[in-house]
């Protein structure tokens, strides 16, 4: 209990930069059963890696299938993490602890301080790295919030690639200067759906003013790839290389907490496609000392893939362009509303989590926009980082447990996901203190009467 | 030369919490003349300290004439800045360097660590805490651009003081989300001239639509101070106790140089009131390794306090409530343009800094803003981090050392202060990448057409 002690009065786990992983942790080999491959939705028929090398850096597909445990980080990668402010610090939650009265300790992993404010660095530079190696000349993809679309953006200025983004048309407007970050970087950046995709321009046409969607944005930035020769796409989440690349996050995790001396009892990220969630939480999974971890994921009511929906093969887009993957879905054209929380505004979910979800390691768990930023406010005001409306969701989980414990009286050991910092969300906070946010409900009967894009 | 090859690899220097300096070091002693003392505007005499303690917290007082070298940081600010991330990295600017081709290495302190974004809190806690211990219930203040109001918003929010902020009126407008972030953290805040004190209802009613300055808001922050009983105000620049606690900076810097095996030959900081600069210049100038160093402090053309102004007795705010100071001063009634560096909208310059300048020590620059904020663009791109407004002076300043050093071929050490980050300040580099920034001349024309506010 001495450690404890010691613990309470130093809020901070610092790791030299040596220490930066040098392995990301594979779960494919940790899973019960083999996943469900991504299939040809004409044929039926496993895709081949092939045809995704016709959208993806070759040794993305590599890792999308690898069996290893551990997959070796390039050294350039490794330095430009560490450039990039890894590895990040690990902070004990005092003045959030001390504010709930609890008797929990309360672990956050600060990828806030990342230069783009999130954990997606770690698999852009990766992403990038790897298509520069191969020749590639210029990368596109979609964003929600923009918190992926800005590390793709500095991710391609690091390595020497174009960058080209197709931003969430609601989120483009909510956040406007995620844009100008991503144009300092260099990108060139539209709001989606856009003129420059003929499906963009088709669903633009059938539904003037649609806000846009990460399925319709993610069905755009594929027609710009493979319409050209010169241009690959990177992803920011679903696949299982990105959160191969996340792995980093809990690996660092591990180390810092066995400094500190805790082992964590529960452990919780928000979910959109899932990568930070499982960036904190597939080391410990696929690490038999945590056996007895609890693993939570929460996502928003508006957007209840997990918790909502089907569990089948579906695409990954809007218009149909990917192939299916095995995945708990609302359906490829769910228009979820217009929460702040861009980045968990997706149809579906990795199929890696929804398989972890289906042999009972992950429990999800949704919330609702108005209390997700009350809980944020409340860990505004005892640390001093304002949280992303996504993170917020995390945050509200971990507050939930800490008072879970302060009412059985037990030192629980919570460890959460501090993904990013909300410096370019304050529209959501300022809503919310201005009153202006409608709950769920009203949300979901002002969209309903939008009709949503018919893509067949 | 091992060592450097040995930190060209390695980007970031970090240092245990515990590193975190015991001390400030204080300046006081190490100037050429004693410090002209404040003096009351109507008697010209010196004002006595129980005037100041009229207004400021008495330990603040006490620090402002003391002649120690050295005045120990208590041990709950002491963990209050472990907490919000202090020690701060010093990072090597590997990125920029390669995009310069230069021989000289470039250094920048991450002040833009902390969660309010820039060096502000280091005093905003040692202010919060002396106010709490001595019984004050309420502080108030003024900030330009918001870093300031966003420090003391958490520093209350920390010591349990409640916050009150007067924010200059261009600046609240040109970065809302600020408001929004001292929102977050619990404190009031009101655009300023405002309509809560008579000395901001007559401005407001002489020059409609007046678009405030930092003089104008400390008036009004004095005003609502002296007005009430349970207030005392509190300051970010200018007076000597507040770069006193500002000296975190540069002493954490010292040790991470000797760690780099470094020595510096020019430091640079940006300068409105002088608190960053002097903050990490300092400890160095009452160093006697550090005697052939050079110190740059950079100010805006646009506000030419060092470079332009005269050296005399005059007020801190515009109000004439405060007493006279002896600065480099444009005269308390100067209305800057509407630069996006609101921070150095300022019409004086600390007296310390004047004294130093006037010494010889320190050589003050002035930039317009439009190459600043390119400065800013091209650093952002090779090292990731959208630099605020105020900081890319100084960024400005070390491109520039770095540029020189190029063509005399000089393997030359670059320290500089990065004081903040940019995230509430993006409006600036919309306004640069769209064309629509003018150039000072033109500022000035469409300026001076305005009648400044006449107090006397």
Redo the contacts between chains.
């Keep these: 209990m001495e450690s404890t002690e010691l613990t309470r ?4 786990i ?1 790791l ?2 040596e220490e930066v992983p040098k392995h990301y942790v594979n779960i494919l080999p940790h899973l019960a059963e083999p996943l469900a491959p991504p299939i040809n939705p004409e044929t039926g028929d496993p895709v081949s890696p092939e045809m995704l090398m016709a959208i993806f850096a070759v040794e993305c597909v590599k890792q999308e299938m690898s069996p290893e445990k551990l997959v070796p980080i390039p050294e350039e990668v490794r ?1 430009a993490y ?4 890894r590895p990040t610090p690990l902070q004990r939650a ?2 959030l602890e001390a504010a709930l009265n609890t008797p929990a300790r309360i672990y956050y992993k600060r990828e806030d ?1 990342s ?3 999130s954990h997606k660095l770690n698999t852009a530079l990766s992403q990038a790295y790897y298509a520069k190696k191969e020749g590639v000349i210029r990368y596109a993809t979609e964003t929600g919030a923009g918190q992926w679309g800005s590390a793709v953006a ?1 991710a391609c ?2 390595f020497g690639l174009e960058a080209m983004v197709y931003m969430v048309r609601v989120s483009y407007e909510q956040k ?2 995620r844009g ?2 991503m ?4 990108a060139e950046i539209v709001p989606s759906p856009s003129d420059r995709t003929e499906f963009g321009k088709k669903v633009n046409t059938e539904y003037p003013g649609h806000p846009g969607t990460l399925g319709i944005a993610i069905s755009e930035a594929l027609e710009d790839t493979l319409s050209r020769g010169d241009t690959k796409y990177t992803i920011g989440s679903v696949l299982n290389h990105v959160l191969l690349h996340q792995s980093v996050i809990g690996q660092e995790a591990i180390v810092q907490l066995e400094k500190a001396d805790e082992t964590p009892d529960t452990i919780i990220g928000c979910v959109g496609g899932g990568s930070n969630f499982a960036g904190i939480s597939y080391p410990f999974m696929a690490d038999p000392r945590f056996e007895t971890t609890e693993f939570v994921g929460v996502e928003p009511t508006a957007c209840p893939s997990m918790t909502e929906g089907e569990f089948r093969y579906d695409f990954g887009d809007t218009a149909g362009i990917t192939p299916k993957v095995k995945m708990h879905t609302l359906g490829k054209d769910f228009t979820p509303p217009e929460i702040h929380a861009g980045g968990l505004r997706y149809h579906g979910v990795a199929p890696t989590v929804s398989a972890l979800i289906n042999e009972g390691r992950i429990r999800p768990v949704a919330y609702e926009q108005i209390p997700v930023l009350e809980s944020a ?1 409340v860990f ?2 005892a ?4 949280p992303a409306p996504e993170t917020a969701h995390a945050v509200k989980a971990a507050i939930g447990a800490a008072l879970e414990a302060k009412k059985t009286g037990t030192e629980k050991v919570i460890l959460f996901n501090f993904s990013g910092h909300g ?2 969300d ?2 959501a ?2 809503a919310l ?1 201005e009153g202006a946010l409608v709950p769920e409900g009203e949300m979901a009967m002002a969209k309903n009467g939008q009709p949503l894009p018919q893509t067949t």
């Design positions: 009065n130093y809020s901070r610092l030299d930069l330095e560490m450039k990039y402010g005092v003045g301080s230069p783009t404010g500095l200025a690091h406007a200067y100008v970050l144009r300092a970087y260099g406010m505004a005001r640390e001093g980082v304002i410096h370019f304050m529209g906070y300022a203190m």
